[in-house]
């Protein structure tokens, strides 16, 4: 059944004001509250059912409010095989003027209404296991803490982590390791039944809520039956698998916030239990391996608790040194180690896989960022990021790129992805294949650290590479050494017969600089000009520097 009609408020947003007109008459002898807007995003917030013209202005409300609302295309005549086009935006109905009779418009938003909360219910639970997702966790973790205060019970919440399972993606593959995900689900819901709800999210992180519970020593005594599970084996494919879990816990309100305040404090009760149980980590794989799953579970978390941001450092013209980009450079705020770079975590990302999330991440943070930096007014700066060879793997990179651009509204032109040598060369057909739909997206591509891998340029001709980046351990020993200085003429030289741009890594001195100048160098980077700072410093800098000395250029 319908729900009743003050409830469900309906959004105009069309560009026909006789259209509104006639819709507004329907909708209100329907008994629907109206909304007409224009630019009104308190009406579109209100809204659940959104009525609107493909050719008004809804982009920015689609990509603000997504799936969150019943969105209806409204056609002013038969549109044909459009319909699918629609249905492919995620429009659940498309209405046609001859459809605008009471009874018709009604069951027209009834449908939609259906089709939106049957996504949102599908949303709410995990589709591997089918035990709840985050956002379904969330909701009924937020009940159990609202009913604490009616029934004076605790609740409690667990956060449980398989140990070393990207052993068993790399060993088996990662269809095997769905399995086991969802044997350890259906052993955690058989054991535990209606005295908890049990969510994974993503991964081998699983998350349990406990209701109603006297005291601490019942969670606690909970908690040791969930270990108890892990006692035996669990069979997948004719293996037989030992598996050990680390467990955190936290008690409301012994432990106050939110349901999202408590959950990210399971999970660092989880990794304090980690540390602490180190010891019975596989002992024959040493301790730095034990390092690298803390550090790769400290990942995990760091990922979810946004703990990263974005450094920028400038490229300018060798020549002018007008501003022409900026790379950006991952930094981590590590909470006990403080900031972090690169070198201190990248290796453990692609060794657990988790450079494929974080590098989206990257992507997604420079389309926001590039926001920011074009409202300073530089319009034409482009923003260059690394892609890593785990990326490329990823069969869904070529789907992926496009709605993160699409969703910001990133000018792709303005983007720029540097790769290695090592990433284009370890499985050509694949880089190929992907490197191509960037390019066609009208991205830049360049090659990163050129000089210390083990092929020439000849070899690497079939990607659409236009840009090349020296190595940052040339450029600082020309001036000092004759076979530097010839290594890097050669390189610049063999870029430009093959139409390529060429930037200099790591410029620290004048006399670097000059080498460069001489030698036809196209770009510079360096800490001559700007170590990597976060945006909003890097936009000072520019500011007080590089666009003082264009204006005196000019």
Same mark, same amino acid.
């Given at each position: 059944?319908l729900?009743?009609?003050?409830?469900?408020p309906?959004c105009?947003? =069309?560009?026909?004001?006789?259209?509104?007109?006639?819709?507004s008459r329907?909708?209100?002898?329907a008994? %629907? &509250?109206?909304?007409? $807007?224009?630019?009104?995003?308190?009406?579109?917030?209100?809204?659940?059912?959104?009525?609107f013209? &493909?050719s008004?202005?809804?982009?920015h409300? *689609?990509?603000?409010f997504?799936?969150?609302?019943a969105?209806i295309?409204?056609s002013?005549?038969q549109?044909?095989s459009d319909?699918?086009?629609?249905?492919?935006? @995620? /429009?659940?109905?498309?209405?046609?003027?001859?459809?605008?009779a009471?009874?018709?418009?009604?069951r027209?938003?009834?449908?939609?209404?259906?089709?939106?909360r049957?996504?949102?219910?599908l949303?709410?639970?995990? #589709?591997l296991?089918?035990?709840?997702?985050n956002?379904?966790f969330?909701?009924?973790?937020?009940?159990?803490?609202?009913?604490?205060?009616?029934n004076g019970?605790?609740?409690?919440?667990?956060a =449980?982590?398989i140990?070393?399972?990207?052993d068993?993606?790399a060993q %088996?593959?990662?269809?095997?390791?769905?399995l086991v995900l969802?044997?350890?689900?259906?052993r955690?819901?058989?054991?535990?039944?209606?005295?908890?709800?049990?969510?994974?999210? @993503?991964g081998?992180?699983?998350l349990?809520?406990?209701?109603?519970l006297?005291n601490?020593?019942a969670?606690?005594?909970?908690?040791?039956?969930?270990?108890?599970?892990?006692?035996?084996?669990i069979?997948?494919e004719?293996?037989?698998?030992?598996?050990?879990?680390? $467990?955190?816990?936290?008690?409301?309100? +012994?432990?106050?916030?939110?349901?999202?305040?408590? /959950?990210?404090?399971?999970? !660092?009760? /989880?990794?304090q239990?980690?540390?602490?149980q180190?010891?019975?980590?596989?002992h024959?794989?040493g301790?730095?391996?034990?390092?690298?799953?803390n550090?790769e579970?400290? *990942?995990?978390?760091g990922?979810?608790?946004?703990?990263?941001?974005?450094?920028?450092?400038?490229?300018?013209?060798?020549?002018t040194?007008?501003?022409?980009? /900026?790379?950006?450079? $991952?930094?981590?705020?590590h909470?006990?180690?403080?900031?972090l770079s690169?070198?201190?975590?990248i290796?453990?990302?692609e060794? #657990?896989?988790?450079?494929?999330?974080?590098?989206y991440?990257?992507i997604?943070?420079?389309?926001?960022d590039?926001?920011?930096?074009? #409202?300073?007014?530089?319009?034409?700066?482009?923003?260059?990021?690394n892609?890593?060879?785990r990326?490329? +793997?990823?069969e869904?990179?070529?789907?992926?790129? &496009?709605?993160? =651009?699409?969703r910001s509204?990133?000018?792709?032109?303005?983007?720029? %992805?540097?790769l290695t040598?090592? !990433?284009?060369l370890t499985?050509?057909?694949?880089a190929?294949?992907?490197?191509?739909?960037?390019?066609e997206?009208?991205a830049t591509?360049?090659?990163d650290?050129f000089?210390?891998?083990?092929s020439?340029?000849?070899h690497i001709?079939q990607f659409?590479?236009?840009l090349?980046?020296?190595?940052?351990?040339?450029t600082?020993?020309?001036?000092?050494?004759r076979?530097?200085?010839?290594i890097v003429?050669?390189i610049?030289? *063999?870029?430009h017969?093959?139409?390529?741009?060429?930037?200099?890594?790591?410029?620290?001195?004048?006399?670097?600089?000059? %080498?460069?100048?001489s030698?036809?160098?196209? +770009?510079?980077? @360096?800490?001559?000009?700007?170590?990597?700072? &976060? *945006?909003?410093? !890097?936009?000072?800098?520019?500011?007080?520097t590089?666009?003082?000395?264009?204006?005196? +250029?000019?």
């Amino acid at each position: 059944m319908l729900t009743r009609p003050e409830t469900v408020p309906v959004c105009l947003c =069309l560009d026909n004001e006789d259209t509104i007109a006639l819709l507004s008459r329907a909708l209100s002898s329907a008994g %629907f &509250p109206v909304h007409c $807007i224009a630019q009104d995003e308190d009406a579109m917030a209100q809204a659940q059912v959104v009525i609107f013209q &493909p050719s008004a202005r809804t982009a920015h409300y *689609l990509n603000e409010f997504g799936t969150r609302k019943a969105w209806i295309a409204f056609s002013e005549s038969q549109i044909g095989s459009d319909v699918e086009a629609y249905r492919a935006q @995620g /429009m659940r109905e498309v209405l046609y003027q001859d459809e605008l009779a009471p009874l018709r418009l009604r069951r027209t938003i009834g449908r939609a209404l259906y089709a939106q909360r049957s996504l949102q219910q599908l949303s709410r639970f995990d #589709s591997l296991t089918g035990l709840y997702s985050n956002r379904g966790f969330l909701e009924v973790t937020d009940q159990a803490l609202f009913n604490v205060a009616s029934n004076g019970r605790l609740v409690a919440l667990l956060a =449980l982590d398989i140990r070393q399972f990207n052993d068993l993606n790399a060993q %088996f593959g990662f269809s095997f390791a769905d399995l086991v995900l969802t044997h350890v689900a259906e052993r955690l819901r058989r054991a535990l039944g209606p005295l908890a709800k049990i969510a994974r999210l @993503g991964g081998d992180e699983f998350l349990i809520l406990l209701e109603n519970l006297a005291n601490r020593e019942a969670a606690e005594r909970l908690v040791r039956r969930i270990l108890s599970l892990f006692e035996e084996p669990i069979e997948v494919e004719q293996h037989h698998l030992g598996l050990s879990v680390d $467990i955190g816990v936290v008690c409301y309100p +012994q432990t106050l916030g939110s349901a999202e305040d408590l /959950m990210r404090k399971a999970h !660092t009760a /989880m990794h304090q239990a980690k540390k602490q149980q180190c010891t019975v980590f596989r002992h024959e794989q040493g301790q730095a391996n034990t390092a690298r799953g803390n550090l790769e579970q400290e *990942l995990r978390q760091g990922l979810r608790r946004n703990e990263f941001e974005l450094y920028y450092q400038p490229r300018v013209c060798i020549h002018t040194h007008r501003l022409l980009g /900026m790379e950006a450079l $991952i930094r981590w705020h590590h909470p006990e180690r403080g900031t972090l770079s690169p070198g201190e975590f990248i290796q453990v990302a692609e060794h #657990s896989g988790l450079i494929v999330p974080l590098g989206y991440w990257i992507i997604d943070q420079v389309c926001s960022d590039l926001q920011v930096i074009q #409202s300073h007014g530089l319009d034409d700066v482009t923003v260059a990021s690394n892609l890593s060879f785990r990326q490329l +793997q990823d069969e869904q990179f070529c789907h992926v790129m &496009p709605r993160l =651009l699409k969703r910001s509204g990133t000018d792709a032109t303005l983007l720029e %992805f540097e790769l290695t040598e090592t !990433t284009v060369l370890t499985d050509p057909r694949r880089a190929l294949e992907a490197l191509q739909a960037v390019h066609e997206l009208g991205a830049t591509l360049s090659l990163d650290d050129f000089g210390t891998g083990y092929s020439s340029l000849t070899h690497i001709r079939q990607f659409p590479i236009s840009l090349l980046k020296i190595d940052r351990s040339f450029t600082q020993r020309v001036t000092l050494d004759r076979e530097a200085d010839s290594i890097v003429r050669s390189i610049i030289n *063999l870029a430009h017969d093959l139409n390529l741009k060429v930037v200099a890594e790591g410029v620290e001195n004048p006399a670097q600089l000059e %080498f460069l100048v001489s030698n036809g160098c196209d +770009q510079v980077q @360096g800490f001559l000009f700007s170590h990597p700072r &976060p *945006l909003w410093e !890097t936009l000072q800098l520019i500011d007080h520097t590089l666009r003082h000395f264009n204006d005196q +250029q000019a």
